[in-house]
T-cell receptor
Framework: GAVVSQHPSWVICKSGTSVKIECRSLDFQATTMFWYRQFPKQSLMLMATSNEGSKATYEQGVEKDKFLINHASLTLSTLTVTSAHPEDSSFYIC??????????????FGPGTRLTVT | GQSLEQPSEVTAVEGAIVQINCTYQTSGFYGLSWYQQHDGGAPTFLSYNALDGLEETGRFSSFLSRSDSYGYLLLQELQMKDSASYFCAVREITGGGNKLTFGTGTQLKVEL
């Protein structure tokens, strides 16, 4: 149980275009999902916390107009990278906590999406 | 701000015991988690300490000292498959809810 999927697993796009990444909790409901970015050999950097039915909370330094987050249901959150540039190339990972268990310290991570902007 | 420091690399032989340390400076501390990540893969949860002391889960144990802002992950009977990156992460309670701030990560290499 507690499986999180991401789609696509990798994407290549041209500079200036937008890319949408989906994060789904497959066998549980997630009131809260998180979006991270990870550069090679580096740590996971939290970008934003996505709450179902409300606006996302962005970390300092993350542009909310560039990284649009929508959490329209208890099993789906999307991250849209708008007007992508080569410096946005990274590994984007989402995670979720299981609303039903009340265990908030364990996050279940998706397999990640490798974004390359050319 | 928050900061979590870990050694960048640790090397050990199969069957040995290894300890990965984590020191942190953060506000709103609620607990310390440990995650394992293989190259190109998703982080997976290993353990969580909210109180001082040792938590044991099979071959893995985790320790926390809140007064020292310090914790460690202990891996026993090392296996080749344990070669991965290990991250400590501080759980904080903020206005937006729970969130994790990850450490710098430790690359563990297990050799024969």
């Amino acid at each position: 149980g507690a499986v999180v999927s991401q789609h696509p697993s990798w994407v290549i796009c041209k500079s200036g275009t937008s890319v949408k990444i989906e994060c789904r909790s497959l066998d549980f409901q997630a009131t809260t999902m998180f979006w991270y970015r990870q550069f090679p050999k580096q740590s996971l950097m939290l970008m934003a916390t996505s709450n179902e039915g409300s606006k996302a909370t962005y970390e300092q330094g993350v542009e909310k107009d560039k990284f649009l987050i929508n959490h329209a249901s208890l099993t789906l959150s999307t991250l849209t990278v708008t007007s992508a540039h080569p410096e946005d190339s990274s590994f984007y990972i989402c995670s979720a906590t299981n609303s039903a268990t009340g265990v908030h310290y364990e996050q279940y991570f998706g397999p990640g999406t490798r974004l390359t902007v050319t | 701000g928050q900061s979590l420091e870990q050694p960048s690399e640790v090397t050990a032989v199969e069957g040995a015991i290894v300890q990965i340390n984590c020191t942190y400076q953060t506000s709103g501390f609620y607990g310390l988690s440990w995650y394992q990540q293989h190259d190109g893969g998703a982080p997976t949860f290993l353990s969580y300490n909210a109180l001082d002391g040792l938590e044991e889960t099979g071959r893995f144990s985790s320790f926390l000292s809140r007064s020292d802002s310090y914790g460690y992950l202990l891996l026993q009977e090392l296996q080749m498959k344990d070669s991965a990156s290990y991250f400590c992460a501080v759980r904080e309670i903020t206005g937006g809810g729970n969130k994790l701030t990850f450490g710098t990560g430790t690359q563990l290499k297990v050799e024969l």
